[in-house]
């Protein structure tokens, strides 16, 4: 088991690189801009900048090639302690299996992003054990609630986590490790670069998608074995779910129930993170209490 990522502190280094889509330039420099405010140093990987203007009519930041290289510069950068991805979008996942798996073990630091990293994030823990973190990527930290306390989340003053505004559809409570994120990127991984399932408080959240392809998702993840084996599930924001064409018939209720039929844990929905306005940074990897009750995640 690797060594785990030193919690932030004041004047400590961000490295951003951008794994999935790019970022515009006005997003980059004024969310570096919001991280200085809070006593942190930003380091902007040139891969970045490159792909940073408006010129460019492609959702490209780059070969993955070049993303790999970004990546591995900054983790073995001492001078880098943590690494946050630009922004979501498409593609992440093409750099599983180009990743130094024991390069990334040998220098743990905080990693974070959401959506589309979904996949490196999971990736990582499973095959590292470093908790890496579903939280804010630098172009979300302009619109996110929870910015200063997921800071606080990532230099080790907080362990607690309020899932305020979820609900409860079975209660309970649970321990376990959190692993998760975005549905579709999440059920795509193969059992390499999935984390175990056993025992695991499994979240999840989506955008834009039809009701038939979430019910088509969770379908997969009940085959494979992961409803019976985890300790929780928790379902965060699913925006602008899509029912065109013939109506599909089930609500998005309707679509848990029948994929969760039998699962004895607790179940929550509409939990703070995803793609809508809020959005709670989860440790994927880290063990954790869940209480249905108090509607909070505490991590140990």
Not at 275 to 295: E, Q, R, S
């Amino acid at each position: 088991m690797s060594k785990q990522a030193k919690p932030l502190q004041a004047g400590n280094t961000f490295g951003v690189m951008a794994p999935s889509s790019r970022i515009a330039r006005e997003d980059l420099d004024a969310a570096c801009a919001l991280l200085t405010t809070r006593g942190f140093r930003v380091a902007v990987h040139p891969q970045v900048m490159v792909y940073a203007e408006p010129e460019h009519t492609t959702q490209f930041a780059g070969t993955d090639a070049e993303k790999i290289k970004a990546f591995h510069d900054f983790v073995k950068d001492p001078n880098i302690h943590a690494i946050i991805f630009a922004t979501g979008g498409q593609r992440a996942m093409r750099l599983l299996d180009d990743l130094d798996y024991k390069l990334i073990a040998a220098n743990p630091k905080p990693i974070m992003g959401f959506s589309d990293s979904t996949s490196l994030l999971n990736s990582i823990a499973a095959r590292t054990g470093i908790v890496t973190w579903h939280g804010p990527t630098l172009k979300r930290m302009l619109k996110n609630p929870q910015l200063d306390f997921n800071l606080a989340l990532l230099s080790g003053t907080e362990n607690t986590i309020p899932l305020h505004g979820a609900q409860v559809l079975q209660g309970g409570t649970a321990k376990g490790h959190i692993i998760g994120g975005n549905l579709s990127n999440f059920a795509a991984l193969n059992d390499d670069d999935m984390p175990k399932t056993k025992d695991a408080i499994i979240f999840l959240e989506e955008i834009g998608e039809e009701l038939t392809t979430i019910d088509r998702h969770l379908c997969v993840l009940r085959r494979r074995g992961m409803f019976d084996k985890a300790a929780a599930i928790i379902f965060g924001q699913f925006t602008n779910m899509k029912d065109t064409g013939t109506p599909f018939g089930l609500s998005f209720a309707d679509v848990i129930q029948q994929n969760l039929e039998g699962f004895k844990g607790p179940v929550l929905w509409n939990a703070p993170f995803g793609h809508d306005v809020d959005l709670v940074a989860l440790p994927i990897g880290a063990k954790a209490a869940l209480d249905g009750t108090t509607l909070t995640i505490t991590a140990f």
